[in-house]
């Protein structure tokens, strides 16, 4: 069923429907609390997956394909169940019906006439708008709902412009600073020997190779999707870029239409093996750790008690320029339970706290 619910989901993706990694997994919970009974399977899917009623048609579609059983389909003309019916009503998703839905079963419907009009919604103020922003930004990764997740997305699109402006001014060439004598004669032979254009010289680093490691096991999935979101526009300033996702394997991943596409299989609900997906990187992908390398790591450190292996760590810590570790959890959680950050932190030239959006943009800025 696992598999099966993966290749829905990964259909709805191509079909143009966005899901991303956390949306899945909650949408994988759904269908093992409601089971295979088909409305309640459907209400379950559609109440995690469906952000915009514009997708619903597709999403019929594409459930009736994967799911229906025969003689069982919904008849023609059918109206298609309202997303947050049955399971998950109400804004919060956790099946409780908002106070409203029961004060409106018990009554009879208000004559049309007797209806009083609602006076009209005030447009927010620009302070207001600036304090939702500053709501959105510090608000912890693990306490974002799906509503809360969808309004930061243009937040954190308008911070990966951000990022991006950081480092073209970080790589481009200084318009000032110590005289570059040899540049500046060389470009004067242009206009018969007179320094029109002096040159200066800057720090101007060749560009680095990239690898990006995103835990995308439940606790950090949104982390890992807005890490790539602002990511997704750096890329252009590295040489070389490689991204990889894990849980307990290691696969290559890419970041398109703000959707997180494993290229080999993954099992999103596996148990955390840190150490397993340090052994793969170092097995399988030995040749991309070089003098030229930086090492992005986004993870919670948590290995569910199994062999952290910081030793693996420490071996491509001496074969690359850097390693950062971002860490979603707040610090006073670090090293609690099976948290095993101690083991890797020594390994690391860099460890930031990157548990909100405003966290995540400054740990970024410091690593590259």
């Known amino acids: 069923m696992k598999i099966r619910l993966l290749d829905f989901i990964n259909q709805l993706r191509d079909a143009g429907v966005r899901a991303s990694v956390a949306e899945s997994l ?11 009974e088909q409305e309640a399977l459907r209400a379950g899917l559609a109440t995690t997956l469906i952000k915009d009623q514009a997708d619903r048609p597709t999403f ?11 003689g069982r389909t919904r008849a023609r003309g059918e109206r298609p169940q309202p997303v947050g019916e049955g399971i998950g ?33 005030r447009e927010d103020t620009a302070a207001e ?14 306490a974002m709902d799906a509503r809360a997740v969808e309004e930061a997305e243009d937040l954190a699109a308008e911070l990966s412009r951000h990022l991006r ?53 439940h606790s950090t999935a949104i982390a890992a999707d807005f890490c790539l979101a602002l990511l997704a526009p750096a890329t252009a300033f590295f040489r070389r870029v490689h991204l990889f996702g894990y849980v307990d394997q290691l696969v290559e991943i890419s970041f398109e239409r ?18 397993q997906v340090l052994r793969q990187l170092w097995e399988h992908w030995e040749p991309l750790l070089s003098r030229n390398t ?19 760590l420490a071996r491509i810590r001496n074969r690359v320029r850097r390693v950062m570790w971002l860490n979603p959890e707040p610090r006073a959680r670090w090293s609690s339970g099976d948290s095993v950050i101690d083991s890797y932190v020594k390994h690391c030239d860099d460890l930031f706290t990157a548990g909100n959006l405003r966290e995540l943009q400054r740990a970024l800025r410091a690593a590259l």
């Open 60 to 70: 019929d579609t594409l459930f009736d394909r994967f799911f229906a059983v025969a």
């Open 165 to 217: 402006a950081h480092l073209c001014r970080r790589y481009q060439r200084a318009p000032a600073g110590r005289l570059d004598f040899r540049r500046t004669i060389r470009a004067s032979l242009g206009s018969g020997g007179v320094p029109i254009d002096p040159m200066f010289r800057t720090r101007r680093p060749g560009k680095l190779d990239l690898i990006g490691l995103c835990d995308l096991s």
């Open 294 to 312: 930086v090492v992005l790591i986004l993870g919670d450190a948590r290995n569910n008690r199994r062999p952290p292996r910081a030793d693996i």
């Open 258 to 275: 703000g959707h997180v596409i494993p290229h080999q299989p993954l099992d999103l609900a596996a148990r955390s093996d840190f150490g």
């Open 26 to 36: 909650d949408a994988m919970a759904a269908a093992a609390a409601v089971g295979v």
């Open 89 to 121: 009503q109400g804004e919060s998703g956790t099946g409780h019906q908002r106070p409203d839905q029961r004060s409106e079963r018990g009554t009879a419907p208000t004559p049309h006439h007797e209806r009083q009009r609602r006076p009209a919604q």
């Open 129 to 142: 708008r600036a304090a939702h922003r500053r709501r959105l930004l510090e608000l912890p990764f693990d």
